[in-house]
């Protein structure tokens, strides 16, 4: 009785710590949409001026790699996985496509940018973090080809932890008022996001495992515990 009943228990713990980190993840977006794009919903926007020479490559990077931001986080509902497999798998072609659009055209801008003053470094920035997005990606999709479904999530955790270094650069900035320092401080943070993305997604998936292996007393009445 206690066994069964601690499986559904540990179940529910940890669907509320996903919905609590993908509920801080979606009040990251709202703090980059608003503070760091608005520009995208203000024809006036003074923005404009500075993107006007790369804009249409800018375009499609935005919309693939948005697609892929939010999209990712419904690749790990076990619910809709386990009742809509075809929706999940069309969910996940456009994620991959989001990765392998968005990635390259995202490096490319930074490096167009150097045209304009900006520093080669934030090129070698930018090309890393491309880099490792698109390799856990390659290798999350080689998994799940070759039916490897449990290490196919763990290279998908990995990715959206990379993916997501685009919000956790600008709401650092943005929040502790770093982005008016100057460019170096600016490609600290940018590094320091990079480093830590797979060791943050390690640690989650180290947590999972954790989560699922420590015992948990069931919530049974102690009467009906004792008649069992």
Not at 186 to 198: D, K, Q, R
Not at 205 to 224: E, G, I, K, M, T
Request: aromatic fraction near 16%; hydrophobic fraction near 50%.
């Amino acid at each position: 009785m206690s066994t069964a009943a601690s499986v559904p228990l540990r179940s529910t713990t940890l669907l509320r710590r996903k919905y609590f980190l993908f509920g801080f993840i979606g009040l990251m977006m709202a703090y980059v949409l608003v503070h760091n794009e608005r520009f995208l919903i203000d024809a006036s926007h003074p923005e404009w001026a500075h993107i006007k020479s790369f804009k249409w490559y800018l375009l499609p990077h935005g919309i693939m790699a948005a697609c892929a931001i939010l999209l990712g986080p419904m690749q790990f509902s076990d619910r809709l996985r386990q009742r809509y497999a075809k929706f999940h798998r069309v969910v996940g072609r456009f994620y991959v496509a989001g990765v392998f659009i968005g990635a390259p055209l995202g490096f490319y801008i930074q490096y167009y940018q150097e045209r304009m003053g900006g520093a080669r470094s934030f090129s070698f920035a930018a090309f890393t973090d491309a880099a490792i997005w698109m390799l856990t990606t390659a290798i999350a999709l080689y998994f799940i080809l070759k039916g490897k479904v449990q290490l196919h999530r763990q290279w998908m955790t990995r990715s959206f932890a990379v993916a997501i270094v685009f919000l956790e650069v600008r709401v650092v900035l943005g929040v502790t008022g770093w982005e008016r320092l100057g460019q170096s401080v600016s490609e600290t943070v940018v590094w320091m996001c990079v480093a830590f993305s797979l060791l943050f997604a390690d640690f989650v998936l180290q947590w999972q495992d954790f989560s699922r292996s420590r015992p948990v007393p069931a919530r049974v009445p102690a009467v009906q515990a004792a008649a069992d």
